[in-house]
Nanobody
Framework: QVQLVESGGGLVQAGGSLRLSCTAS????????MGWFRQAPEKERQLVAA????????YYLYSVEGRFTLSRDKAKNTLYLQMKSLRPEDTAVYYCAAQRQGNYLRDPYDYWGQGTQVTVSS
């Protein structure tokens, strides 16, 4: 069973930056699609950024494009989300997820982390 552990969330002022990390328990995820989701209170979960299993294609939610950057270090089994120019509307619990096969732009994802809170103050 793959385990994903996120870190890097916190409280930041609007305009600030944070980097989220997601470390997988084993290297099998290096062949999986991986993504970052977020869920704010009373809102649906949304896919923020994702990378196809080939690593050749990266998707960004339109509202974060140009501000967030997804990257992957396969040697460390780690996925990153660098977030800049943060806005109060980015406040949410951010989840890392891995998908063994399927359309990386859609659920279902097979493995999920526990989530990390990101709070952006105005």
């Amino acid at each position: 069973q793959v385990q994903l552990v996120e870190s890097g969330g916190g409280l930041v002022q609007a305009g600030g930056s944070l980097r989220l990390s997601c470390t997988a328990s084993d290297r099998t995820t290096n062949n999986y699609a991986m993504g970052w989701f977020r869920q704010a209170p009373e809102k649906e979960r949304q896919l923020v950024a994702a990378v196809a299993w080939t690593g050749m294609t990266i998707y960004y939610l339109y509202s974060v494009e140009g501000r967030f950057t997804l990257s992957r270090d396969k040697a460390k089994n780690t996925l990153y989300l660098q977030m800049k120019s943060l806005r109060p509307e980015d406040t949410a619990v951010y989840y890392c997820a891995a998908q063994r096969q399927g359309n990386y732009l859609r659920d279902p994802y097979d493995y999920w982390g526990q989530g990390t809170q990101v709070t952006v103050s105005s």
